[in-house]
């Protein structure tokens, strides 16, 4: 089992939804990022690990910009993005689009490992 970083709760604003009143302003989600890292260090030296501030910080960024139809687009780009810009080994993106009365949320699960085609 590898060690893990875990992002729980990340609050992401992003323009998202098949019909294009629901993409006129931005709505809220919830971000939930598991990353698979190597051994995590023994020496207390963040460029060790996984800075998971800068993670948080790009990943909103990365959402924010442009609009989507699909959840599932996004929890893909934020996976080959965070694949592609931290040492990390694998990831897990959970999103929660919070769209459906009478619901909680709806969302979508992703894993992705690096060297995986996506």
Same mark, same amino acid.
Request: proline share 4%; with cysteine; charged share 30%.
């Given at each position: 089992?590898?060690?893990?970083?875990?992002?729980?709760?990340?609050?992401?604003?992003?323009?998202?939804?098949?019909?294009?009143?629901?993409?006129?302003?931005?709505?809220?989600?919830?971000?939930?990022?598991?990353?698979?890292?190597?051994?995590?260090?023994?020496?207390? #030296?963040?460029?060790?690990?996984?800075?998971?501030?800068?993670?948080?910080?790009? @990943?909103?960024?990365?959402?924010? *910009? $442009? =609009? /989507?139809?699909?959840?599932?687009?996004?929890?893909?780009?934020?996976?080959?993005?965070?694949?592609?810009?931290?040492?990390?080994?694998?990831?897990?993106? #959970?999103?929660?689009?919070?769209?459906?009365?009478?619901?909680?949320?709806?969302? @979508?699960?992703?894993?992705?490992? *690096? $060297? =995986? /085609?996506?």
């Amino acid at each position: 089992m590898a060690d893990q970083i875990i992002i729980r709760g990340l609050q992401l604003r992003c323009q998202v939804g098949v019909p294009a009143e629901e993409r006129a302003e931005p709505q809220n989600l919830l971000a939930h990022l598991t990353l698979d890292v190597a051994d995590f260090p023994t020496d207390d #030296e963040i460029g060790q690990t996984v800075d998971y501030k800068a993670v948080s910080d790009q @990943v909103r960024e990365l959402v924010g *910009r $442009g =609009e /989507r139809q699909l959840i599932e687009t996004l929890a893909q780009e934020i996976a080959r993005y965070v694949l592609a810009e931290f040492p990390v080994n694998a990831i897990r993106v #959970e999103l929660e689009k919070f769209i459906l009365p009478e619901t909680d949320w709806v969302g @979508v699960v992703i894993e992705r490992k *690096r $060297g =995986e /085609r996506i």
